[in-house]
């Protein structure tokens, strides 16, 4: 998750998994914003890596340009691509380190710490974040006692995204439980839309239907444990989360062109069949990034043509509050380390965050950035959500993988539930798989 892969709208506009750092950053040479005159880091340039591409490259840019207006300092900004650990590492062995990477996973920066690539956060940065965010996000942030990483960018990633019309047609609302949930969906199917349009090509996006599950289903605890492997994929509370999910994935009423369509359909393609010329589908699963596609590729903006109700409550749990996000770390091979420590410095700023939450397609888990900050009444209310839910967020469980289990395209999670996907009917077996996959990668 969140990763772009997951999080984000990426329409990737660079494909290469390794992007030389000095060399183009989509579509043109390195993204340098002009210097501001009298500043206090006048004439120094940092660079920064993350998975971000098109609209949300833009959207970055505006924070690094705001930056630079604030500071003097110059900035770059790369594109990695998914595979963020294998550029990364090139570019360090390479001697050619960027300063600072959004980093998209958990297990990504627990990586980096322990091959000992990261420098603490300053003391700043660290009190802004006690001051200003629930403690969970310094714990996901944190490796053992070294607070490392700074969530800038986090998802909602317990989002159903509809249709109004859909629903209207179908004379069903918005359900507040699972089993509702496939029940309406049934409705909305027999109305002449299928009722869920599954990005089954990327392999993220069923991760992230499988945690929602498993969080409402088996609670925080178990959840907890499970992400850190010290419960076994083969639990039964694994096997009854994959039990619940199969009788989606199995349902060919459900789900918009059954499991074979669901395998050929990517993310981006997933929101097209809800808000697209031609819908398909009446809804789509997925964090509330799903919205600033509707908005950027399709012209639906929320609350005109695009709603959302949060992932509906299963057989009795409470509802989750799933996130992903993207962490700021600096590293100590980079070549301006006083510059990147103000740079999280202004990262971790309510400040910082209103200049891409007024462009959209962003959450920022601070607590201090204003409501108005957001652009539309839907988005408010998601960063609401996401804030008021606190401690009891849970970070996407396959980000706290290694990055071999939970975070590479072909194998690992995403390969077993794809495959879960086009035959869902060996729960048991599938946990089986999943619990081997696992243990190598933790053990790793």
């Known amino acids: 998750m969140t990763t772009q892969r997951r999080t984000t709208t990426t329409l990737a506009c660079c494909t290469a998994l390794v992007l030389a750092l000095g060399a183009t950053a989509c579509g043109g040479g390195p993204v340098t914003t002009a210097g501001g005159g009298d500043k206090a880091l006048d004439g120094q340039t940092i660079t920064v890596a993350g998975v971000w591409s098109g609209t949300e490259q833009k959207n970055f840019q505006k924070v690094l340009d705001a930056f630079t207006e604030k500071t003097g300092a110059k900035t770059r900004f790369v594109s990695t691509g998914d595979n963020v650990s294998t550029v990364v590492g090139s570019k360090i062995e390479g001697g050619n380190a960027p300063d600072v990477v959004m980093v998209p996973q ?12 990261l420098e603490p956060l300053s003391r700043t940065t660290e009190e802004s974040v006690d001051t200003n965010y629930a403690s969970v996000w310094k714990k996901y942030g944190s490796v053992g006692d070294d607070f490392y990483g700074l969530y800038f960018k986090a998802a909602h990633k317990s989002t159903v995204w509809y249709s109004p019309d859909a629903l209207d047609q179908a004379g069903v609302k918005p359900p507040t439980t699972y089993a509702e949930m496939l029940k309406s969906g049934r409705t909305v199917s027999d109305s002449g ?37 010290k419960i076994k994929w083969t639990d039964p509370t694994v096997v009854k989360a994959l039990t ?26 997933s929101v097209e069949k809800v808000f697209g010329p031609e819908p398909e589908a009446g809804m789509v699963y997925e ?18 043509g695009v709603s959302f109700f949060p992932f509906p409550a299963v057989e ?46 962003f959450l920022s888990p601070n607590k201090k950035v204003e409501p108005a900050a957001y652009g539309d009444d839907t988005t408010r209310k998601i960063a609401k959500s996401l804030t008021d839910a606190g401690d009891s967020v849970r970070f996407d469980m ?19 539930l794809q495959d879960f996907l086009r035959d869902p009917s060996n729960p048991r077996a599938t946990a089986s798989r999943l619990e081997d996959a696992a243990a190598k990668s933790y053990e790793g």
């Open 316 to 361: 009795g749990g409470e509802a989750p509050v799933v996130s992903g996000g993207d962490a700021a770390v600096v590293l100590k091979d980079g070549k301006n380390q006083k510059a990147a420590m103000k740079f999280l410095e202004y990262l971790a700023s309510p400040e910082s965050a209103a200049v891409w939450a007024g462009a959209g397609g």
């Open 106 to 117: 958990v297990g990504v920066l627990q990586q980096f710490a322990k091959n000992d690539w």
């Open 287 to 304: 964090g509330d990034f799903v919205a600033g596609i509707a908005k950027d590729q399709f012209g639906k903006k929320p609350g005109e």
């Open 398 to 416: 396959s980000d706290q993988a290694p990055a071999s289990f939970g975070g590479t395209k072909g194998t690992g999670e995403w390969k077993i």
């Open 193 to 229: 839309l299928s009722a869920f349009s599954v990005a089954g090509e990327d392999g993220w996006t069923l991760t992230d239907w499988f945690e929602n599950i498993y969080l409402s289903q088996a609670g925080p605890e178990k959840y907890d444990q499970l992400a850190a492997h």
């Open 244 to 269: 619940t999910l199969g009788k989606l994935f199995s349902d060919k009423q459900l789900i918009n062109g059954g499991q074979k369509g669901a395998l050929s359909t990517d993310f981006p393609g």
